[in-house]
């Protein structure tokens, strides 16, 4: 007869399961109030949208109302996810990471930090979508919207890859670095390629204001990110979580409202011509 080593018998991490994690955020009424919210503002902005944009005829005009509207839809799918725990989890952090000696839970037969990293998933579908918009609006060519909206889906994968990575603190940070170079090229597109093709196209008014909600908005996220739970931990679960959530009221519904508003009021500037049906905005060959 084998004797196994004391060693063997060392219980190993369990992972709580949907149920544990969906009645975790029930009881901690910060982090609850922070997803329920945002479902609540998902639907609201979604029919306050398609009220708005009735009547419209053009079909660029409607893209750039569809496009809006995707940000929404998308949203209240995230935070369904996060709320059910579907798409949060309870991740061991790596050796030397702040939350360790504070910010870590036990939920079911798990210990760590509560992660929202279904956030930064749907992130790579909503943002597109508001990038498109802006886009449109400024009047960019493909080759503009394409860069600005593949750097943005890197920007969000490798985001989701910096909260997700366990095995060492030094490659978290190394996603993080990486994910912020990703997002200097959404920034150049942002407030140099496009307002300039706005001024061009006439709705630099409108592209104005929505650059400079965006971008300020944007550039809070990753700080939320170095500060909350994930990053040096300075801020606890429930603080991190209403902070995107506050962002994102602001960068996804306000935004969705004064482009949408602009488009419905003043649709001939955002009008499509004759050959869009046909090309799709894309210029026919000579041959
Ligand atoms: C992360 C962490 C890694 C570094 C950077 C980030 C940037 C995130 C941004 C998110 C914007 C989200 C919006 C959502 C609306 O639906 C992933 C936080 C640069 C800019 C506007």
Same mark, same amino acid.
């Given at each position: 007869?084998?004797?196994?080593?004391?060693?063997?018998?060392?219980?190993?991490?369990?992972?709580?399961?949907?149920?544990?994690?969906?009645?975790?955020?029930? $009881?901690?009424?910060?982090?609850?109030?922070?997803?329920?919210?945002?479902?609540?503002?998902? $639907?609201?902005?979604?029919?306050?949208?398609?009220?708005?944009?009735? *009547?419209?005829? @053009?079909?660029?005009?409607?893209?750039?109302?569809?496009?809006?509207?995707?940000?929404?839809?998308?949203?209240?799918?995230?935070?369904?996810?996060?709320?059910?725990?579907?798409?949060?989890?309870?991740?061991e952090m790596p050796p030397g990471h702040p939350a360790v000696d504070g910010a870590y839970?036990?939920? *079911?037969?798990?210990e760590g930090v509560?992660?929202?990293? $279904?956030?930064?998933?749907?992130?790579?579908?909503?943002?597109?979508?508001?990038?498109?918009?802006? *886009?449109?609006?400024? =009047?960019?060519?493909?080759?503009?919207?394409?860069?600005?909206?593949?750097? @943005?889906?890197?920007?969000?994968?490798?985001?989701?890859?910096?909260?997700?990575?366990?095995?060492?603190l030094?490659?978290?940070?190394?996603?993080?670095?990486?994910?912020?170079?990703?997002?200097?090229?959404?920034?150049?597109?942002?407030?140099?390629?496009?307002?300039?093709?706005?001024?061009?196209?006439?709705?630099?008014?409108?592209?104005?204001?929505?650059?400079?909600?965006?971008?300020?908005?944007?550039?809070?996220?990753?700080?939320?990110?170095?500060?909350?739970?994930? *990053?040096?931990a300075?801020?606890?679960?429930?603080?991190?979580?209403?902070?995107?959530?506050?962002?994102?009221?602001?960068?996804?519904?306000?935004?969705?409202?004064?482009?949408?508003?602009?488009?419905?009021?003043?649709?001939?500037?955002?009008?499509?011509?004759?050959?869009?049906?046909?090309? =799709?905005?894309?210029?026919?060959?000579?041959?």
């Amino acid at each position: 007869m084998s004797t196994l080593p004391a060693t063997a018998f060392v219980p190993l991490q369990e992972a709580a399961s949907q149920r544990e994690i969906f009645e975790y955020v029930l $009881g901690d009424t910060l982090l609850a109030s922070s997803l329920y919210a945002n479902i609540a503002l998902a $639907g609201l902005s979604i029919l306050l949208f398609v009220w708005m944009a009735r *009547g419209l005829e @053009d079909p660029r005009a409607k893209l750039i109302v569809a496009a809006t509207l995707v940000v929404p839809v998308v949203s209240l799918a995230s935070y369904t996810g996060l709320a059910s725990g579907l798409t949060t989890g309870i991740l061991e952090m790596p050796p030397g990471h702040p939350a360790v000696d504070g910010a870590y839970v036990t939920v *079911g037969g798990a210990e760590g930090v509560v992660s929202l990293w $279904g956030r930064y998933l749907t992130w790579a579908l909503s943002t597109p979508a508001i990038l498109l918009a802006l *886009g449109l609006l400024a =009047g960019s060519n493909l080759t503009k919207l394409f860069t600005a909206i593949v750097f @943005d889906i890197a920007m969000c994968v490798t985001g989701l890859a910096a909260a997700l990575t366990t095995s060492s603190l030094a490659l978290r940070w190394f996603w993080f670095g990486m994910s912020c170079t990703f997002f200097v090229v959404v920034l150049y597109v942002l407030l140099v390629e496009w307002p300039a093709d706005a001024a061009e196209t006439g709705t630099d008014d409108v592209f104005g204001t929505l650059k400079y909600l965006t971008v300020v908005m944007w550039l809070a996220y990753p700080v939320v990110w170095a500060l909350g739970v994930e *990053g040096l931990a300075l801020l606890p679960v429930g603080v991190t979580s209403w902070a995107y959530s506050g962002l994102d009221i602001v960068a996804k519904y306000v935004f969705g409202f004064l482009v949408i508003r602009y488009v419905a009021d003043e649709p001939a500037s955002v009008t499509a011509d004759a050959g869009y049906g046909a090309t =799709g905005g894309v210029a026919p060959a000579d041959d």
